[in-house]
C-alpha cells in the first residue's frame, strides 16, 4: 500500500488503482526511498489518468474487454460483407482530373490541415523527427518546410483571406525537436499563430489478460503509444476544430509525415468531396492483391448495418474468403489490382460535420489489443502490449446517414513514403525508403513536364546506392509549391513546351512566378522568384556539369547515410534567386546565360521581350 506520507492527492490515486486491481505496483516500496521518487511516480500515473477520457479506470475497463476478446480469438468483422464503396478514380491530367482540380482550388481557401508527426525515425535509420529530412538533395527542402510552402502557396493561389491553419500532433519524442526546428526557421514564413501544436501522451503498458499494468522499476510503469488515432480526441480537447468550423472553414485535411507526394492531388480529391458532398473522403492508390496496404470496403452487416472504412489487410483476405470470393484477396476485373483501393491514411474530413462529431464523441476513436501470447492458452505475454487506435477508424463513429467514399489516383502521383531503411527496403516493392522516395519526387516533376509537353526523358542512367537500384534519380527536376499549386497553373508556365527541353542527367528546380518558354538544359538550373518577383526564361541553352551524386563519407551525417549517396551541387551550375521586379534569363551575345532585369516590362507575343538579345 501507498505510504502514509503521500498528499491528498497522491492517497485519491493510490487508492483508484489499488481498486483496480493494481496494488502490485506498490509491492517494492520502501519508505526509505524517500518523497522524490513516489512523487515521480504518481506524476506519470497523473499523466496517464488525465490524458486518457475517461481516466486510467476507462482504460483498463476497455483493456480487460479486448483482452478477453482477444484471447477468445473473436472476429472483429465477423458477420459482415464486403463490397466495393463509392468513389472516383482519376486518371491524371484527365478531363475530370482537371476539373475536380479546378473545383478545388476554391475550396482549399477553406481548408484546415493536420499533420501527424509523433514519431522519430528510428525505423529509417534517423535517430531525429522525420520531418526535418529532406524530401530530396537537389534543393535540400526538408518535408516540414515543404508542407508549410504548400499552405503558402495555397493561400494565395485560392485567394484565402486568412492563413490557412495547420495542427501538428507531435509526442514527447518529437515536441522539442519540432519546436526547435521551427524556431530555427522562423516557422518557414508562416504566420504567428498559423502552426499549432498538440501532444500526444502514452497509455499504461499491460502485462497480462487482467489488464494488470507493467511496472517499470518500483516507481515507474511502462507505457507506450497509443496510435495515432489519438489525433481526433486532440483535435478536440484542444478546440481547434470547433474554431475552424465556426471560422467557416469547410474541410480538415489529414496527411502523414514523410509522404512527399500527398499534396499533389489535394485539389483534386476537395473537388470530388465537394462534388459527391462527401463528410469522409480518402485518398487512395491501386492496390495489388495481397498488398501490406488496407483496402477501403463498404460492409453490410447481416443486421442491415452499413460502413465504409478502411479494411486492414492482414483482415481483408480472410474476410473475402468467408464471404464473397474464395480465393480471398485478388484481382478485379482489370487482372492486376484488387477491387479495393488501397489506404495510405491520407484523408479530407468536412469541417463542420467533424467538428459536430467530435462534440458528440468527444474523438474518441474505437481501439483493438495485439498482444504477442507466449503459450498456447494465450494467458501469458512475450512483453507488454496496449490499447491502439488509428485515425482511419474515423468513420467507425459516424452514422450511417453519413457519407464515406475516396478518391483513387496512381502512386506515381501520390505516395511515395519515406519509411523504411535501406538494408529492409532491399526486395521491397516498393522500397519506401529515402531514396526511393526521393527518385519518386524527381519522377513525378518530371512526368508533370511530360505532360505539359515538354521533352524530358522517361529515364535516365541507372544507379544503386547500398544495394537500391533505381533509374529515374535523373533527370532530377523539382518544381516547388511556389511554382505550381495545380496542372492549369503548369500549363500556363510553360506557354510553348515544346522548345523546353532537358537531357538524361539534368537537374532543373523551379520556384516562384517563373515562366519557361524556351529553353534547352544540360546540366543544372535553379530559379527562385520571390515574393514579388517574376522570372521569364526565355532563348536559354544551359550546359554545365549540374549536380553530380556519390558515395557518402562514412562520417556523412545521418540524413545522408539513410539514402547512401551524397548530392554535390556543382559550382558551374547556373543558379538565380531574384528578389523584386522582372527579369529574363537567357542567353547574352556571348552565349553565357544570365539574368537581365526589364524595365519597363513588354514581352511580345513571339516569346521576345523588348531588350532581347537573340531574336
Not at 493494481?22 to 515521480?40: C, I, M, N, T, V
Not at 520556384?511 to 527562385?528: P, Q, T
Not at 544570365?594 to 516569346?607: F, W
Amino acid at each position: 500500500m501507498a505510504p502514509i506520507s503521500d498528499t491528498p492527492a497522491q492517497k485519491a490515486l493510490a487508492d483508484m488503482l489499488v481498486a483496480e486491481g493494481q496494488g502490485h505496483l506498490f509491492a517494492a516500496w520502501s519508505d526509505g526511498d524517500g518523497a522524490e521518487k513516489r512523487a515521480a511516480f504518481y506524476d506519470q500515473i497523473a499523466t496517464l489518468d488525465g490524458s486518457y477520457p475517461g481516466g486510467l479506470k476507462g482504460y483498463l475497463a476497455s483493456a480487460r474487454t479486448l483482452l478477453a476478446s482477444s484471447a477468445r480469438g473473436d472476429n472483429p468483422l465477423d458477420g459482415w460483407t464486403p463490397s466495393v464503396p463509392a468513389g472516383e478514380s482519376l486518371a491524371f491530367g484527365s478531363p475530370e482530373w482537371l476539373a475536380h482540380e479546378a473545383s478545388g482550388l476554391g475550396e482549399a481557401a477553406q481548408c484546415g490541415f493536420v499533420l501527424v508527426a509523433g514519431g522519430l525515425g528510428e525505423r529509417l535509420g534517423y535517430s531525429r523527427i522525420k520531418v526535418e529530412l529532406p524530401t530530396e538533395t537537389a534543393s535540400n527542402t526538408c518535408y516540414l518546410k515543404y508542407y508549410v510552402e504548400t499552405l503558402l502557396a495555397l493561400e494565395k493561389k485560392s485567394g484565402a483571406k486568412a492563413p490557412l491553419p495547420l495542427a501538428i500532433m507531435v509526442s514527447g519524442d518529437t515536441e522539442a525537436m519540432t519546436v526547435a526546428l521551427l524556431k530555427e526557421h522562423g516557422d518557414f514564413g508562416a504566420a504567428p499563430g498559423q502552426i499549432t501544436l498538440v501532444k500526444q501522451e502514452k497509455v499504461a503498458a499491460l502485462q497480462d489478460n487482467d489488464a494488470a499494468i507493467a511496472p517499470d522499476g518500483p516507481y515507474g510503469v511502462q507505457a507506450k503509444p497509443h496510435g495515432h488515432g489519438d489525433v481526433h480526441m486532440l483535435l478536440h480537447s484542444s478546440g481547434l476544430v470547433k474554431r475552424w468550423a465556426d471560422a467557416g472553414r469547410k474541410w480538415v485535411y489529414f496527411f502523414q509525415d514523410t509522404n512527399g507526394l500527398g499534396f499533389r492531388p489535394l485539389l483534386a480529391t476537395l473537388g470530388v468531396s465537394k462534388s459527391l458532398g462527401l463528410h469522409c473522403n480518402f485518398l487512395t492508390v491501386p492496390r495489388f492483391p495481397g498488398q501490406a496496404v488496407g483496402g477501403i470496403a463498404k460492409l453490410t452487416h447481416t443486421d442491415g448495418r452499413e460502413m465504409t472504412l478502411n479494411v486492414e489487410y492482414n483482415q481483408l483476405d480472410p474476410l473475402l474468403r468467408a464471404t464473397v470470393n474464395k480465393n480471398g484477396d485478388v484481382a478485379g476485373d482489370d487482372g492486376v489490382h484488387s477491387p479495393y483501393p488501397g489506404n495510405i491514411n491520407q484523408f479530407v474530413l468536412d469541417c463542420g460535420k467533424y467538428a459536430a462529431t467530435l462534440a458528440r464523441t468527444s474523438g474518441v476513436m474505437g481501439e483493438f489489443v495485439n498482444p504477442k501470447y507466449a503459450d498456447a492458452a494465450k494467458k501469458k505475454f512475450k512483453k507488454p502490449a496496449r490499447l491502439e487506435c488509428m485515425m482511419q477508424d474515423y468513420p467507425k463513429v459516424l452514422p450511417e446517414s453519413e457519407r464515406v467514399g475516396f478518391t483513387s489516383v496512381e502512386s506515381w502521383i501520390s505516395f511515395s513514403p519515406c519509411k523504411n531503411a535501406t538494408a529492409d527496403a532491399v526486395g521491397k516493392n516498393p522500397p519506401a525508403c529515402a531514396l526511393s522516395a526521393e527518385a519518386d519526387q524527381y519522377f513525378h516533376c518530371a512526368e508533370m513536364l511530360r505532360w505539359a509537353g515538354c521533352d524530358v526523358p522517361k529515364k535516365g542512367p541507372k544507379e544503386t546506392w547500398d544495394k537500391i537500384s533505381s533509374d529515374v534519380l535523373s533527370p532530377s527536376v523539382v518544381l516547388k509549391p511556389s511554382f505550381c499549386s495545380s496542372l492549369a497553373e503548369l500549363k500556363a508556365k510553360l506557354p510553348k513546351p515544346a522548345f523546353v527541353s532537358l537531357s538524361k542527367t539534368s537537374t532543373l528546380i523551379l520556384g516562384g512566378d517563373v515562366e519557361v518558354r524556351s529553353l534547352k538544359l544540360d546540366g543544372g538550373l535553379v530559379v527562385n522568384a520571390q515574393p514579388g518577383a517574376k522570372v521569364v526564361v526565355d532563348h536559354a541553352v544551359v550546359k554545365n556539369g549540374g549536380f553530380t551524386r556519390g558515395a557518402c563519407p562514412a562520417d556523412a551525417p545521418e540524413a545522408v547515410k539513410i539514402r547512401g549517396f551524397d548530392t554535390t551541387f556543382g559550382d558551374d551550375v547556373a543558379t538565380f534567386d531574384v528578389e523584386e521586379g522582372t527579369w529574363l534569363i537567357s542567353n547574352d551575345a556571348d552565349g553565357n546565360v544570365s539574368a537581365t532585369k526589364l524595365s519597363p516590362v513588354r514581352v511580345d507575343s513571339d516569346g521576345c521581350h523588348a531588350n532581347c538579345a537573340i531574336a
